[in-house]
């Protein structure tokens, strides 16, 4: 699933990976919402009878951003790989609830501004809804799917300086843009 202005913006990521499944589009964040999602790409593992069995951790498929983030996508790679053939079992249910985060309430605000401006964007009213977008960014400044989403509504380009700076920003502060779960 992408968490993009539309599909268009995901369509070079989707037909580059030529998938055998649906890709799902979430502009309007409700799938993050429901999954506490704060950065991409974040998994979350869902077993077939619905159940989170490994919450919200990072993972690539590739090492396309191995520079930025220091992490090796072969290791996530193959521990899916392993789950998905039955050689890994999932997570003990309370393990998986000791490592879920759940939103603030500020948090939980910063969505609903973060929504509101992207109301405004879509009809046009551009400085209303940057408005909501600086508010929902001060109430989470650690939430990267609300910052960087509003990167591209407001003609920012989500890998330019500006993220740049807020991720040297995020770094300095010890919040790691990318944090796998612990082992």
């Known amino acids: 699933m992408a968490v993009d202005r539309g599909a268009d913006d995901a369509r070079p990521w989707i037909d580059a990976a030529r998938p055998t499944h649906p890709s799902l589009i979430d502009p309007w964040h409700v799938v993050a919402d429901l999954y506490n999602v704060v950065n991409v790409p974040t998994d979350v593992w869902i077993d077939e009878r619905g159940r989170i069995v ?17 992490l090796d996508s072969a290791k ?5 790989r ?6 890994l079992a999932p997570m003990p249910d309370e393990r998986v609830r000791a490592l879920q985060t759940l939103p603030t309430p500020e948090a939980q605000e910063a969505r609903a501004e ?10 046009g009213r551009a400085g209303a ?16 799917a609300i910052r960087r989403g509003t ?13 740049r700076r807020m ?8 919040q790691p843009y990318y944090r796998p779960l612990p082992e």
């Open 54 to 70: 490994r919450p919200n951790d990072v993972g690539f498929g590739t090492d396309t951003f191995r520079a930025l983030t220091g």
């Open 76 to 80: 996530h790679v193959a521990a899916i």
């Open 114 to 123: 973060f929504a509101l401006g992207r109301w405004l964007w879509e009809r």
């Open 151 to 163: 990167m591209p509504l407001r003609s920012i380009d989500p890998m330019g300086p500006e993220f």
């Open 82 to 87: 392993a789950w998905v053939t039955g050689g």
């Open 167 to 174: 991720f040297a920003e995020w770094n300095a502060a010890g």
């Open 129 to 144: 809804a940057a408005r909501h977008f600086d508010r929902a960014s001060a109430l989470a400044p650690h939430d990267f």
